[in-house]
């Protein structure tokens, strides 16, 4: 426990430590002006609404930013859902997230989501629902939800829910100089107990809701401590529940206790004082100190515990510094930022947050440090917390922090100020204690303070040293063996302090023997690593050394050499805690591998901000930082995370120089470059950590058939319904957190048409082309500039509506279409089956009754047959038989074939008295007639023969009477077509036939 209240106990100081060192530097304040979108220069007011935009009432209308651009709305003559008038004076947001805005023609209510507005003027007609006068000078929402509005004499209370107002008038002087003008500031605030207080032209009033009366407070010359002028224009109640008073003529602060005023008034011979006495506005920041705008002095931090006041003001000459003296609003957003508008002016932002990294610089104001020059060559930080600064061209500046004392060093000077030359490129500590710095003209040596600089001639024979003046040193290095290496323009020197030994290298030291050169004699800098080797770095390469072998090893980039070294301009070296060697180039930063000799590079394609890489420094939570010309990076060796650092986190600007940097004692780092250095300590950098909220803003598309952009406001809205012929649109959104807008990034997922986060950078917005009708979701995430993130989405549903073709209806309609053809078909071809199977079943019905019919005259047949057959056999059996025949006639035989089964042929014998009689008859008919014929014959001629008749002619008459008598009986015809042909034998030696 005791552990924890430690911490939080160095936390808390070093939040005061770092609060106050931010108003000891000088103040960047950035100006966004009508160039960027504002819609006019002077600023009366500002508000950060529920969504977190940031809004501007100024005197061309209301301006609503969201980091990248400006929505306005403006006063359109004739256009009764505009502003009542472009002159805003103030606003105020209610629980529904309405804009109560107050104008020199009345008072506006505007809801964000639809763009509707409301407006309340002054009508003598309507007294109770409208205000006593046009000209609202502060408007606020109170805690139970009332409207309300300062006018000049009076507060105009709006009930929102009936739409009545109700006035009350407080206590004017008719005879004062002040009038109803637009350029007065009455503000209005409500305190804990819900009183309302009212700053006027003629005091200050505290209106009792519950008695409904004014308390007046006013200036009494004849006490001191009473308010200490009656015009009162700005009002603030701050965390500690303190009145501060903003009048005409100096700030207040009201003791509640004893009912008595304390004054700050402007003091010419202390700067420490109020800039000026007209205060226009008052703030309490997140350090629960005070902001105090002023009319005619600018702008001043009030430190409430220190009583003192740090005034900034416009300068001229300083673009930096604040755009003007007359300011007439102040805001603090929730990513605490200052913003200040200004009469005229335009609007500026001061980022209250401290900076991540240290400015140091000579400049125009009063926390500058008088450096000889700002472009930085090289820098050092002795034991003693005393900060050494080579620059370019002006020499050596020794900065104690403490003091701000700052002593200078030049070839101008004598004594022990002089140095070699002004261009101080390389400052060196060696192991007993002696300072060496390397110039464009030579090396001096700095024993103490006592002595001061003297030349590197007063330690080595002139003889042995080599020309070094008008030979710039680049870089010098301390070995092991306390050996100085000095690496120059042309070529390389160890010097040793102690023997007086110098030896020399130069890339043509020995002909036809590379191993005994340099790559180059232009030296950039020297290392030595943790087995003594000393590496060299030139424009032509990188060079390891042996001191044991006198032999360089060279490294250089080669086209056609895989994962050779990127670049032959080797600016820095540096091995890390695990002795990997890092080298910075002209094209990347370069790793070592020791196994294969090989490296391993890293460039802008990895996320660099630039390929030149001038200085390296590992810090202690292994970290890697370098300098570029666009900024400084750190590199994360446990992640592989590249972050980069440019002017807004407080650097002095993108360029960097080599040369400049240095790692002290106590873990700090310095990087310098053309606009001075900065210092920082890596572990105590704060990063941004306001969550910002993440809106979707316009919507923008493109009809196919009109080509025009039409806009939509997607505040409040869930779903968008675009047609088709929306063949391309864009969604803007915004992450509001306005530390560093540009640097705030992204990421988006469109549901139906990607199913992954796409990661956009630093867009903030996104544009589609051609997608097909249907449902989508676009979902998009935000991080502020320090790549914090919000992981609650912005969302929007978008249907996209098909062609009328291709619509649900259409589809309906096709399907019911489809489904009647199929109906109709079936319908059809059920009636044709119907049909075809009544046929069929007629058909079957007939096959049935013909079977049956078959059947029957089968049945029928097969009697006429069995009948036939039978009158065959009876036929057979009355004809006479062969083996008659044969008996009678040996040597004869039968030749009978009937067509039929039965027939009227046959043929007959017979024996009587010895004789025979033989006849072959043919019967009329065929068949069944024939044979009944046959038989008939047949028997007539046997009853014949039987009587005894012989003549065969009397055979022939009988028989045809016989036949004419059977078929004449019952027939009124008496003739008689049957009949039958007869050829009758008669024989009485058939012997001889």
């Known amino acids: 426990m005791k552990t924890l209240f430690y911490i939080i ?56 930013y969201d980091g990248y651009s400006f929505e306005g709305y403006k006063h359109i003559p004739g256009e009764t859902n505009s502003l009542s008038s472009n002159w805003v004076l103030c606003f105020d947001e209610d629980n529904s997230g309405n804009m109560w805005i107050g104008t020199t023609a009345g008072l506006n209510k505007l809801n964000k989501k639809t763009g509707n507005i409301t407006r309340y003027k002054n009508d003598p007609t309507k007294p109770e629902s409208s205000l006593n006068d046009d000209i609202v000078y502060a408007v606020l929402v109170d805690k139970k939800g009332f409207v309300w509005a300062k006018t000049y004499n009076a507060l105009n209370r709006l009930d929102t829910l009936s739409g009545k107002f109700s006035y009350y008038e407080h206590y004017i002087d008719l005879f004062s100089d002040y009038t109803n003008t637009t350029n007065n500031a009455y503000p209005i605030l409500e305190d804990e107990k819900g009183n309302i207080w009212v700053g006027s032209a003629y005091g200050l009033f505290m209106f009792d809701r519950k008695y409904e009366q004014f308390q007046k407070f006013r200036y009494n010359p004849n006490n001191p401590n009473s308010l200490s002028n009656n015009y009162v224009s700005a009002l603030i109640i701050d965390k500690s529940n303190r009145l501060w008073i903003g009048t005409k003529n100096g700030l207040n602060k009201y003791d509640t206790e004893n009912k008595t005023f304390i004054h700050y008034f402007h003091d010419s011979e202390d700067q420490n004082s109020l800039s000026d006495n007209d205060v226009s506005y008052i703030l309490e920041d997140f350090t629960e100190n005070l902001w105090i705008a002023t009319r005619n002095g600018g702008l001043n931090h009030f430190n409430i515990k220190e009583s003192k006041f ?33 009469g005229a002016n335009a609007l500026n932002r001061l980022d209250m947050k401290k900076k991540k990294f240290e400015l140091y610089k000579k400049a125009s104001g009063e926390h500058s440090i008088n450096l000889t020059d700002n472009v930085i060559a090289s820098i050092f930080k002795n034991t003693d917390n005393l900060l050494w600064i080579g620059t370019w061209y002006g020499g050596l500046n020794i900065y104690n922090r403490e003091t701000g004392e700052v002593k200078h060093f030049s070839s101008g000077l004598s004594g ?10 390389a400052i060196l500590k060696d192991r007993k204690g002696r300072i060496i710095i390397g110039t464009k003209g030579g090396i001096s040596v700095y024993e103490n303070e006592a002595a001061g600089f003297v030349s590197i001639q007063e330690y080595f ?35 040793n302090f102690e023997t007086g030994e110098i030896k020399s290298f130069y890339s043509n030291s ?16 020297i290392m030595e690593d943790h087995e003594g080797y000393i590496w060299i770095g030139t424009d032509k390469g990188l060079n390891r050394y042996n001191p044991l072998t006198g032999q360089f090893t060279h490294y250089q980039t080669g086209e056609n050499i895989a994962n050779s070294l990127s670049n032959n301009h080797v600016y820095s070296i540096v091995e890390s805690y695990d002795n990997i060697l890092w080298v910075g180039t002209g094209c990347g930063l370069n790793k070592f591998n020791w196994r294969d000799t090989s490296f391993t590079y890293y460039t802008k394609k990895d996320g660099l901000p630039d390929d030149k890489i001038y200085e390296i420094i590992e810090d202690g939570n292994r970290a890697i930082w370098f300098s570029t010309d666009r900024g400084i990076v750190r590199f994360d060796r446990k992640t592989n995370e ?19 940097y240095y790692k002290s004692f106590d873990g700090e780092l310095f990087f310098g ?39 939509i406001n997607l505040l409040g809205k869930e779903e968008l319904v675009i047609s088709y012929k929306d063949f391309m649109f864009t969604i803007n959104f915004a992450a509001l957190e306005f530390t560093n807008p540009k640097k705030n990034q992204y990421k988006y997922i469109m549901e139906g048409l990607n199913d992954d986060w796409i990661y956009i950078g630093t867009q903030h917005s996104r544009t589609f082309s051609n997608i097909p009708p249907g449902e989508y979701v676009f979902k998009v995430k935000g991080s502020n500039n320090d790549l914090k993130w919000n992981e609650k989405e912005a969302s929007l549903r978008i249907i996209i509506t098909p062609p009328w073709w291709k619509s649900r209806w259409a589809y309906l309609m096709y399907i019911i279409l489809i489904g009647g053809i199929i109906y109709y078909f079936i319908e059809i071809r059920t009636r044709k089956l119907k049909k075809s199977n009544q046929i069929l079943r007629e058909k079957q019905f007939a096959a049935l009754e013909i079977a049956k019919q078959k059947e029957e005259l089968s049945i029928k047949n097969k009697n006429i047959t069995d009948s036939i057959n039978y009158a065959k056999r009876i036929q057979e059996a009355m004809m006479p038989s062969v083996y008659m025949f044969k008996k009678l006639f040996p040597e004869s035989f039968i030749l009978y074939k009937p067509r039929d089964i039965v027939s009227g042929d046959f043929y007959w014998i017979s024996e009587k008295n010895n004789k ?57 015809d008496k003739a008689v077509k049957d009949g039958m042909d007869i050829s009758p034998v008669r024989r009485s030696d058939w012997k001889k036939i």
């Open 916 to 972: 025979f009689y033989i006849a072959a008859v043919d019967c009329t008919g065929h068949g069944v007639p024939g044979a009944f014929m046959s038989i008939i014959g047949y028997d007539l001629l046997r009853s014949i023969i039987e009587q005894g008749i012989e003549n065969t002619s009397e055979i022939l008459n009988r028989l045809n009477e016989g036949v004419s008598k059977i078929f004449s009986t019952n027939l009124e």
């Open 9 to 64: 106990f160095l936390l808390l100081i070093a939040l005061y430590v770092n609060i106050n060192n931010l108003f000891s530097q000088s103040l960047k304040f950035e100006h966004i002006t009508v160039d960027d979108g504002l819609s006019q220069s002077t600023v009366f007011c500002i508000l950060q609404d529920s969504e977190g935009f940031i809004w501007f009432g100024t005197q061309g209308g209301v301006n609503k």
């Open 673 to 711: 470059g053309i606009s001075g250095f900065n210092s920082f300590y890596p572990d105590s950098m704060m990063d941004n950590t306001n969550i910002p909220p993440v809106v979707l803003t316009i919507f923008e598309k493109v009809n196919i058939e009109t080509e025009g952009i039409n806009k």
């Open 416 to 425: 022990k100020n002089h140095i070699m030359n002004n261009s101080v490129h």
């Open 510 to 525: 020995k002909a036809g023997d590379p191993k005994a050169n340099l790559t180059s004699n232009q030296i950039q800098i």
């Open 310 to 342: 740090t005034s900034y003001q416009q300068d001229e000459n300083n673009p930096e510094t604040i755009s003007g003296n007359e300011i007439l609003s102040l805001f603090e957003d929730k990513s605490k930022i200052l913003w200040i508008g200004t």
């Open 642 to 660: 590249i972050r980069a650092y440019d002017r807004d986190d407080g650097l002095q600007g993108l360029e960097f120089n080599k040369g400049a």
């Open 461 to 495: 024979s002139p003889e042995k040293l080599p020309k070094l003046s008008d030979n710039r040193v680049y870089t010098m290095c301390n070995d092991r063996y306390n050996n100085i290496w000095v690496g120059t323009f042309s070529g390389l020197h160890k010097f």
